[in-house]
Nanobody
Framework: VQLQASGGGLVQTGDSLRLSCVASMGDFSRYNLAWFRQAPGQERKQFVASVFWIGERTNYADAVKGRFTISRDNAKSTVTLQMSSLKPEDTAAYYC?????????????????WGQGTQVTVSS
């Protein structure tokens, strides 16, 4: 099983960026999906957004609420993070993650599957 993230880059403050993550597991629709980020010097990955497998309910970190949108396309086994009004403090490596279960969780260790990071750098 693999998660392949893409879409990172160098942008300016206020710009938008779209991250995508393609998964290879066969029962993708039953996975809870999330994006985390880790800035340089941070010990732990920080929760950004998640989309639940039932009803596609979404959750966001306060720091990104209103600016980021997570969505999933089960037919394409893809989870997307649309980021707008980017700020320098959004600079980080962004990781997609997946887990099975019937609870919404926000801590990285609870996620079973991880993609490689994609770097987002926002210049001021």
């Amino acid at each position: 099983v693999q998660l392949q993230a893409s879409g990172g880059g160098l942008v300016q403050t206020g710009d938008s960026l779209r991250l995508s993550c393609v998964a290879s597991m066969g029962d993708f629709s039953r996975y809870n999906l999330a994006w985390f980020r880790q800035a340089p010097g941070q010990e732990r990955k920080q929760f950004v957004a998640s989309v639940f497998w039932i009803g596609e309910r979404t959750n966001y970190a306060d720091a990104v609420k209103g600016r980021f949108t997570i969505s999933r396309d089960n037919a394409k086994s893809t989870v997307t993070l649309q980021m707008s009004s980017l700020k320098p403090e959004d600079t980080a490596a962004y990781y997609c993650a997946a887990r099975q279960g019937n609870m919404v969780v926000f801590n990285a260790p609870s996620y079973e599957l991880w993609g490689q990071g994609t770097q987002v750098t926002v210049s001021s």
